[in-house]
């Protein structure tokens, strides 16, 4: 069972450099997240796409755009990498809403570095 | 400010010690979760209370959601270092799921 898959692993960046990071399920969930997980911050919510068509800010939604692209996937693009956008990135989806109760599934993380 | 704050932020104790890591907030939520993180993973659900004053045991795990339903609790019972990680508590004050910023337990042999 792969769940949430989110590629790549690892990344390094230079400082204006644009990258996309991918991310797919297999659950047939109708809803899917991008996180980010800093030390000391605790995991933040980036943007969600509560379904098919749809996406909504998080907390931190500046410097970053997501796409999704269909029920599947759901990607992730920096435009212009900072520094401050060092951080492991988490895919996340769920069946549905957080607030009633769903399960969330997150893969295994993707580790940025930007220098 | 933080949504859910949860205390204590690191734990280290021994093996076949108790311990108990607190989740609070001054919102009432329908569901509370908890998660745990091993490094290089991402989180893993444990558990979701979803009455106040709920209890809800897992092994050795045993969680509590207040009568209010603004906080919950997480209790283990002779800790194994298997036991080791970072736990997160999560809510929904909207759509998705808000974290805390966790408690990192390392239990020592």
């Known amino acids: 069972n792969a769940g949430v898959t989110q590629t790549p692993k690892f990344q390094v960046l230079k400082t204006g450099q644009s990258m996309t990071l991918q991310c797919a399920q297999d659950?047939?969930?109708?809803?899917m997240y991008w996180y980010r997980q800093d030390p000391g911050m605790g995991l933040r919510l980036i943007y969600y796409?509560?379904?098919?068509?749809?996406?909504d800010k998080g907390e931190v939604p500046n410097g970053y755009n997501v796409s999704r692209l269909n029920k599947r996937e759901f990607s992730l693009r920096l435009e212009s990498a900072a520094p401050s956008q060092t951080s492991v990135y988490f895919c996340?989806?769920?069946?549905?809403?957080?607030?009633?109760?769903?399960?969330?599934?997150f893969g295994e993380g993707s580790w940025l570095t930007v220098v | 400010t933080q949504l859910l704050e949860q205390s204590p932020q690191f734990l280290s104790i021994q093996e076949g010690e108790n311990l108990t890591v607190y989740c609070n907030s001054s919102?009432?939520?329908?569901?509370l979760q908890w998660y745990r993180q091993e490094p290089g993973e991402g989180p893993v659900l444990l558990v979701t209370?979803?009455?106040?004053?709920e209890v809800k045991k897992l092994k050795r795990l045993t969680f509590q959601f207040g009568d209010a339903r603004k906080d919950s609790s997480l209790h283990i019972t002779a800790a194994q270092p298997g036991d080791t990680g970072l736990y997160l508590c999560?809510?929904?004050?909207?759509?998705?799921?808000?974290f805390g910023k966790g408690t990192s337990l390392l239990v020592t042999p």
């Open positions: 659950m047939n969930h109708n809803s």
């Open positions: 796409s509560a379904s098919e068509g749809t996406t």
């Open positions: 919102s009432v939520f329908s569901s």
């Open positions: 209370v979803v009455t106040g004053g």
């Open positions: 999560a809510g929904a004050p909207g759509y998705a799921l808000n």
């Open positions: 996340a989806s769920s069946e549905g809403p957080g607030q009633l109760g769903n399960t969330i599934y």
